[in-house]
């Protein structure tokens, strides 16, 4: 208990800072070190008197710097300028007839959190940059986190994971330079003609959103939807944007990015705070396993659409809150497409495969060997296993049972949540896809652009081909092109001032 004189001297102590709070209209709480005692001077560093040397005692000065020099963390490989905000996604449609999912049964509303992001700049780029935009939702189902790990754009460049680090490195900076160039990008893509349709889309306008309001967003992969009988179908998902889609002209972007590097992020926040909540339909396409092999191209290659396959509305999805800390939602959100729940699985796509060891191995090195129990990471069910320990660990598990199974206190497997089985015949292999279809749909979505999309997409693309030295890379992008549809291809041979008789004999030469 405080003596008398010590009581006057809390309670004056409570009164100046009453009134210190009255005037500021803000109540001062005590600035404390990290072990909660408090800070006596925040603004002058304890010295050797006043003209000597600041000394080592001061642990309030040193924590300080060392917590400060420790903020950062390694960025994301790929898509590490990003943005994020909380919602909810509501269940329109019935889907118990294909999947066991409870996520999907009408009327369910499942908490998310949505990352926007784009792929190649480092933290912090320009959210103006000609690129895909990631589009990634964490859902908090009853039955643990689906992770919805798609971009805006439908398709993708490669279908086979082992390109991806080669591609990537191709499309970030030059070692040496650290300064992106075509010649590299294109030096890699010549050598991947199924790159066609998305380089097509990616440098038209679609590359180069308006905001990420305005942008659709893409599974880009099958997934598999297994029902309560564990019968299963392909499905391929899709986020539809109410507020319309909206993309920037070429001549926009330099207007915009003079401004800003971070409109997009501007944008979002804005909206929400504003109250004009951004809202997405979510359908999706549905292919029965029997079927796979009736089209001209493989529908589990990440390349490809499903042109003439119906989209099915499943629900809507309301982002309304922003984070109220980016450090601790935006940055430290482990999205992984193997998070999936029972009636959700991966399919057979040489890619998404390839992803599901890929993303929760970077989070062991981004975040720390217990980066799912991050708030923002946590399912809203319990986490009951035995993983256990490593730095930083909250987990709190008790008890000496850390194995399973058990008879002193098991923990009970689900045969709900057993996977589907998949029929299997043949041998392993090396080989590529038998029906690569590399350039058809490349030039469906050529032709389907408005004249002034046309005029847009070759301005865009002939100004990076335009720097490309090599020229056997060069001709071999644009026999690529014009391969998906002469007039696309002639177009660039001239801006470019390209021989197109010689593109023209390539284009000939090449196989779907
Ligand atoms: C085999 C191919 C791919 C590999 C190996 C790969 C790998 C990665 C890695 C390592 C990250 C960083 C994750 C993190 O640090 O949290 C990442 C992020 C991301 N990737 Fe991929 N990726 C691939 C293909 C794709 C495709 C096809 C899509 C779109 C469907 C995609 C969409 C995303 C998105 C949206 C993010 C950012 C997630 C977030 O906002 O936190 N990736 N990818």
């Known amino acids: 208990m405080a003596s008398r004189p010590g009581r006057a001297l809390l309670c004056a102590m409570a009164i100046v800072s009453a009134l ?3 005037s500021t209209g803000v109540h001062a709480q005590t600035l404390t070190k990290d072990n909660g005692a408090p800070v006596g001077d925040n603004q002058n560093s304890q ?7 600041a000394l080592l005692q001061d642990v309030h000065l040193v924590q300080k710097l060392q917590r400060f020099d420790r903020e950062r963390i390694p960025e994301r490989v790929v898509h590490a300028t990003g943005t994020g905000a909380h919602g909810t996604f509501t269940t329109t449609d019935d889907l118990s007839d294909l999947t066991r999912a409870k996520l999907f049964a009408r009327g369910t509303v499942t908490p998310v959190f949505v990352r926007f992001s784009t792929v190649i700049p480092g933290r912090s780029g320009a959210e103006t940059t000609r690129d895909p935009r990631g589009f990634a939702t964490k859902f908090y189902t009853q039955e643990g986190n689906w992770d919805l790990v798609g971009n805006n754009l439908p398709i993708f460049f490669i279908r086979d994971a082992i390109k991806f680090p080669d591609m990537i490195h191709s499309l970030k900076p030059d070692p040496v ?3 992106q160039e075509p010649e ?8 991947i003609p199924e790159a066609t349709a998305m380089l097509t889309r990616v440098y038209s306008n679609w590359g180069t959103p308006a905001s990420y309001r305005e942008m659709n967003g893409s599974s880009v992969h099958a997934l598999k939807l297994v029902n309560a009988k564990g019968e299963y179908v392909y499905a391929k998902f899709a986020w539809k944007s109410r507020q319309g889609e909206r993309n920037l002209r070429p001549q926009e972007i330099p207007v915009i990015q003079g ?4 409109h997009a992020t501007v944008d979002l926040y804005e909206s929400i705070n504003a109250g004009k909540f951004p809202t997405w339909d979510l359908t999706v396409q549905i292919l029965k396993p029997a079927d796979l092999d009736k089209f001209d191209f493989d529908p589990l290659d990440a390349t490809k659409i499903w042109p003439d396959i119906p989209e099915r509305k499943v629900g809507t999805m309301v982002l309304n809150k922003v ?3 980016f450090f601790e ?3 430290q959100v482990a999205m992984a497409p193997g998070n999936l729940v029972p009636g959700i699985e991966a399919s057979e796509d040489r890619m998404l495969q390839g992803r599901l060891f890929s993303y929760v191995d970077t989070q062991f090195h981004r975040l720390g060997a217990n980066f799912q129990s991050l708030p923002i990471n946590k ?5 009951r296993n035995h993983q256990q320990d490593g730095a930083m660990n909250i987990d709190g598990r008790k008890g000496t049972v850390n194995y399973q199974p058990s008879r002193i206190a098991n923990l009970a497997e689900d045969p709900n949540a057993r996977s589907s089985n998949l029929p299997l015949t043949g041998t392993t292999q090396q080989q590529r896809i038998a029906k690569t279809l590399n350039f058809r749909q490349a030039g469906d979505f050529y032709r389907a652009l408005s004249a002034r999309d046309k005029d847009d997409l070759v301005a865009n693309l002939s100004g990076d081909l335009k720097r490309v030295k090599n020229g056997v890379n060069l001709y071999t992008m644009l026999s690529h092109f014009w391969k998906a549809d002469a007039d696309y291809g002639k177009r660039l041979v001239k801006a470019v001032g390209a021989d197109g008789a010689k593109v023209a004999e390539l284009a000939g030469a090449l196989k779907e």
């Open 47 to 53: 010295t050797a008197g006043p003209g000597g040397p």
């Open 177 to 179: 330079t650290n300064v």
């Open 379 to 383: 399912p809203l069910v319990p986490v």
């Open 323 to 325: 984070p109220e800390n």
């Open 184 to 191: 590299r990008v294109f030096d890699f893509f010549s050598h």
């Open 259 to 262: 401004k800003s590097t971070s």
């Open 329 to 331: 939602a935006t940055e």
């Open 20 to 22: 210190t709070a009255m």
